[in-house]
Each structure stands twice: as structure tokens, then as C-alpha cells.
């Protein structure tokens, strides 16, 4: 990390105008920004930071009020729009949908939505872009004026920039503006050589590995701590049925399949949703202690989130969840957080509960296979994951290779077990110019036979 903070705050002679840096989940990002941030305003500079979503700014201006409170930080926001309380509940935040009445603050957060509509100001020496690898380059290209200098970072294993839109007359060309900033940037600039941060201070040592090799293969990571290190300890006595069998489990081994009969169903499985609902509620009920080196602490609705592949999905959850008696609307106190992929990016809980975005499916379409959608569901968790799915997924995925068609040019999506085949030299240029490894299928294929060994049938 001091040689990234170098290279932001005082840069060699000559060198490149951007810093990036990747960073497997819970790896420190949001520490490193921070940092930086901190040392960018001792040296006397002024400093925006671009985040993708308003949730992502408001946890950042969070943070940032909350590790650094000597800084005066303003959050840019839209005229019909406030922040979040959280973000506005520290003496040192000022919030304004106007520029100007934030240019004396040392900091300047907002998305990259509105940064662009910014103008008539003086621009910022220097920028940071969190969650880099979820803006497209036409984002990027925007705000690009703003800023002289920019740390970039981001998790490459995450979701791919999101775009309502048909992309197919750019893709393979460099300058494709659905791509990931980040790729682009790469792509025009071959002097900036990634900086990684090669440990998951997230991820248990019973996690990280398999996210490592499913999902990060030619830039691999450990976790920051060791086996034993986080326990799940009962409070309560199982009850025998298959969902508490799944828990203790994941209290065991950190990872859990609790697996329903194969059959085709509806997106919204009323027994898978109702499945999901039940683990969480007794995930409560059985008074469960999370111990790390954090301390010893209860595991409370605050601290357990489900993932979803749909928001008609996590509606269902949630309506469930409800019913049981579960917390889940966080304006009225601590509640178990239901949600997609796309909008659990960059959060942290103790344990997380996941509907498998394959289960129950006839198919498997290229939404459902995208491996940044598994990785985020499968690494949110700082002690167990408990993925609750339909039997099958393994033989669907044998009978729908993909068909879509190969674009010169393109991201390259290379199965791991070819690395050795291809080659050592080639693996460093690819990676350059946005390859992507691995595909879909192994992903999921890599991961459930890991979670075949955790098995629970109901």
C-alpha cells in the first residue's frame, strides 16, 4: 500500500497521470481511500472522488467523516436528491447540489452521473474513482476534465458496467464505451502497470481460497487471517431439520449448500423463497455468536444480508421475511439487507444467505452465468455463506454451452485449465486488455463442486 500511496500523492517525473489499482474483495480498498484521501489534503491538495452509485457516495462520505473527522468533506448531490442520514449525520459533511457552494471542502464526493453535468469550475490536480471497474469508459470520458491526476480502484472480479442499450456495433474496439473504464484506460495506456492488493481482510481462510481460484485465477489472493481465526458459535439447539443442519454446517466449514428438489419453476420458487426465508429466521432464532479478532459479537439482523440474481426476487424474500416476523426495512432499525448483486457491490456482512441465480432455471443465459454476479453473492460474507438452490444446475450447465457469438477483438473469457497451455508470457498481455478469467461455466462449475462437500438436502 506505500508504494500506491506514493505513486498517487507524489508521483516520479514523467510518470503516468493514472494509478490502478486492483483489489480482490474486502482487500482494503475502502482503507486505501481513505488513506490517500488523507494524504492527498496534508499535501495541501484539493480532491474530488467519483463513486458509481449514491449508496457507494454515502458510504464513502461515511467513512471518511468517520476515519478521518479533521476533513471538511462536501457531498455533491442532485437537486432532487438528499444523502443518506448516515451521511450527513458527521459536523464536518456539507451537502449541496451545487458546485460552488463546496469548492473551499477538501474533499468533493458524487457519482459519476453528476460530476458530468459540473462545469465552470476551476478542475481538480487530483481524483479518486472508486469502484473504477463498475464505470463505463464513457462515464470516465466526462469527468475526465475535471482532474489532472486520478487513483483508480476497483475489484475486476466484480459485475461488468451496467448499459440499457445494445453495445454490439463497439465490441473489440478499444474504444468501446460500454467497457470498463478501467479497461480502457489500460488499453491507451500502456505504461500504467496495476498496483494488487494481494489479501482479503473479508474473506475467512475457509473462503478465500475457492473465491480466488473461481473467480481471480492469474491474480490470486489469500485471506488475512488463518483457520479457527472466526467461529459461529449456537446459542440455541438444532432442531433436526435440514435447514439447521445447513447452518451448523456453515458455522463449521463456512459454507453451506441447502439443496431442494430438482424441477423447473418460476423465477420467484415460492419453496426456494420460502427456504431462503426459514434460514434466516433461524439463523436469529439460534442465537448465533460471531467470533473474530474483531471480538465477540451477537450476529443481529443488521449483520446477515440474502442475495439475489432479481429485484422480483428479493421482493419475495423480503415479503416472506416479513411474514415471519423478520426485520427488513432498515428505517425502523437493524434489518437483514435483501437485495441484487448490482447493489450489494462493496458491502460486508457476517454471514450472507444466496438463492442461486441458476436454481430452478430450464436454461442458462448469459445474466445468469456472468461470473461477476456469483463472485459478488459468493463474497460478501466475513464468516459463512449459505446458498440455497434447486438440484440440476451441474447438468443444466452441461447442456447449454455457450452459443454467443465471438467478436474480434473482444475481452477474452480463457477456462483456467488452459493458463498452463497458453503460456506464461501471454497470460500479463491479456489481462492488459481486459481479458477475463475464467468463463461462466467454470465458475459455477468450480464452486458447486465445492459446495457439493457441504451439501444439505432438504
Known amino acids: 500500500m506505500a508504494a500506491i500511496l506514493a505513486a498517487t500523492v507524489r508521483p516520479a517525473p514523467g510518470a ?44 464513502l462520505v461515511d467513512r471518511l467523516a468517520g476515519k478521518a473527522p479533521e476533513l471538511r468533506i462536501g457531498r455533491l448531490h442532485s437537486s432532487d436528491a438528499r444523502p443518506a442520514a448516515e451521511a450527513l449525520r458527521h459536523p464536518g459533511v456539507t451537502a449541496s447540489s451545487k458546485p460552488g457552494d463546496l469548492l473551499e471542502q477538501d474533499v468533493v464526493v458524487s457519482t459519476a452521473a453528476k460530476w458530468q453535468w459540473v462545469k465552470d469550475v476551476e478542475p481538480w490536480r487530483h481524483a479518486i474513482v472508486d469502484e473504477a471497474y463498475q464505470m463505463r469508459s464513457d462515464a470516465l470520458l466526462a469527468v475526465a476534465r475535471l482532474f489532472d491526476r486520478a487513483l483508480f480502484v476497483g475489484d475486476p472480479g466484480q459485475l461488468d458496467p451496467f448499459t440499457v442499450v445494445g453495445t454490439e456495433q463497439w465490441s473489440g ?10 479497461v480502457t484506460l489500460l488499453a491507451h495506456n500502456p505504461a500504467i502497470t496495476p498496483h494488487r492488493l494481494p489479501v482479503s481482510w473479508r474473506l475467512p481462510a475457509s473462503a ?41 454446517e456453515a458455522a463449521e466449514h463456512g459454507w453451506a449448500l441447502l439443496e431442494l428438489p430438482a424441477r423447473h419453476t418460476v423465477r420467484t420458487d415460492p419453496q426456494a423463497v420460502a427456504a431462503v426465508a426459514a434460514t434466516v ?64 457491490q462493496g458491502r460486508e456482512y457476517d454471514v450472507t444467505v444466496v438463492l442461486h441465480p441458476l436454481s430452478g432455471r430450464p436454461d442458462a443465459t448469459a445474466f445468469h452465468l456472468e461470473t461477476g454476479r456469483l463472485c459478488v453473492l459468493a463474497s460478501r460474507h466475513r464468516h459463512a455463506c449459505i446458498v440455497v438452490a434447486r438440484a440440476g444446475i451441474a447438468q443444466l450447465l452441461d447442456e447449454h454451452p455457450a452459443t454467443d457469438p465471438v467478436q474480434l477483438g473482444a475481452a477474452v473469457r480463457i477456462p483456467g485449465d488452459w493458463q498452463e497451455k497458453i503460456g506464461g508470457q501471454v497470460i500479463p498481455l491479456l489481462e492488459r486488455v481486459g481479458a477475463q478469467f475464467p468463463d461462466g461455466w467454470e465458475a459455477n462449475h468450480r464452486v458447486l463442486e465445492h459446495l457439493a462437500e457441504h451439501r444439505v438436502r432438504v
Open 208 to 248: 478465500a481460497p475457492l473465491i480466488s481460484a473461481a473467480f481471480y485465477p492469474c491474480t490470486p489472493f489469500r485471506s488475512g487471517t488463518g483457520p479457527g481465526e472466526r467461529l459461529l458459535l449456537a446459542g440455541g439447539r438444532s432442531d433436526g431439520s435440514a435447514v439447521d443442519g445447513a447452518i451448523d
Open 16 to 59: 503516468p497521470r493514472g494509478v490502478v489499482v486492483d483489489s480482490p474483495p474486502g482487500a482494503g480498498k475502502s482503507t486505501l481511500v481513505v488513506k490517500a484521501a488523507r494524504e492527498l489534503v496534508d499535501a495541501g491538495e484539493r480532491l474530488m472522488i467519483v463513486a458509481q452509485t449514491n449508496s457507494q457516495v454515502d458510504d
Open 173 to 182: 474496439l478499444s474504444y468501446d464505451p460500454s467497457s470498463s473504464a478501467v
Open 281 to 344: 429466521r433461524r439463523l436469529l432464532e439460534n442465537d448465533l455468536l460471531a467470533v473474530s479478532e474483531q471480538g465477540r459479537q451477537p450476529l443481529t439482523p443488521g449483520r446477515i444480508a440474502v442475495g439475489t440474481a432479481h429485484r422480483d426476487q428479493a421482493a419475495a424474500v423480503r415479503a416472506a421475511l416479513t411474514e415471519l416476523g423478520v426485520p427488513v426495512d432498515p428505517t425502523l432499525g437493524p434489518a437483514v439487507t435483501v437485495d441484487t448483486a448490482n447493489r450489494l
